[in-house]
C-alpha cells in the first residue's frame, strides 16, 4: 500500500512539482485513472475488509485485546487519526473543482500504460493479500513463533 501511494504521490509530483494539497483539487475530473487508484491506496491503507491491511491490522487488534482489555480501544483514536487525514487527502486533491492551471499550462497527462503496469500488480497484490492472508502468514508463520518463544512472556 505505501508502495502504491508513493508511486501515486511520485507519478503527481513529476508532473506538477509539489506536493501541496492545497494546490490541488478536483483531480478526479481531470485525472480520473490517478484519481480511482488513490482512492483505493487511500482506503487500503485504512485497513478495510478484504485489502492487505486488514487481516494484520484486525489479528493485532484482536490479540492485544484478549492479553490487556479495554485499554487496547485506545488504539482506536490512532485508526480514526489515520482515517481522517487518508479522507482528508481524498477530498483535497480529489474532489473539488479543478486547481485553476497556470495560464498556458498544458492539461496534466492521467495515468500513462508505463504507469498502469507498475500500478497494477500493486493493487491485485492488495486485494489478494486481503482474500488469502495466509499466503503471507503461511511463510512468516515459523519465525513468528521462534520470536514469541525467545521474547516468552515479556509482551
Excluded: C, K, N
Excluded at 505505501?2 to 483539487?25: K, N, P, Y
Excluded at 487519526?81 to 492521467?110: F, I, K, M, N, T
Excluded at 503496469?117 to 491485485?124: E, F, G, N, R, S
Amino acid at each position: 500500500v505505501a508502495a502504491l501511494l508513493f508511486l501515486l504521490v511520485g507519478a503527481l509530483h513529476d508532473r506538477t512539482h509539489t506536493r501541496e494539497i492545497s494546490a490541488f483539487g478536483g483531480l478526479g475530473q481531470t485525472l480520473p485513472r490517478w484519481a480511482g487508484v488513490f482512492v483505493f491506496a487511500s482506503l487500503a491503507s485504512l485497513g478495510l475488509p478484504g485489502l492487505s491491511g486488514f487481516p494484520g491490522e484486525f489479528a493485532a487488534v484482536a490479540g492485544s485485546f484478549v492479553r490487556w482489555g479495554w485499554p487496547i480501544a485506545l488504539a482506536g483514536v490512532g485508526v480514526v487519526g489515520a482515517g481522517v487525514y487518508a479522507l482528508h487527502a481524498v477530498r483535497g486533491v480529489v474532489q473539488g473543482e479543478p486547481a485553476a492551471a497556470e495560464e498556458g499550462a498544458a492539461p496534466l497527462p492521467d495515468l500513462g500504460v508505463r504507469e498502469l503496469l507498475a500500478v497494477a500488480p500493486l493493487a491485485v497484490l492488495i486485494v489478494l493479500l486481503g482474500l488469502w492472508p495466509r499466503l503471507v502468514t503461511d511463510v512468516a508463520g515459523p519465525a513468528v513463533d521462534v520470536l514469541a518463544a525467545a521474547l516468552g512472556g515479556w509482551l
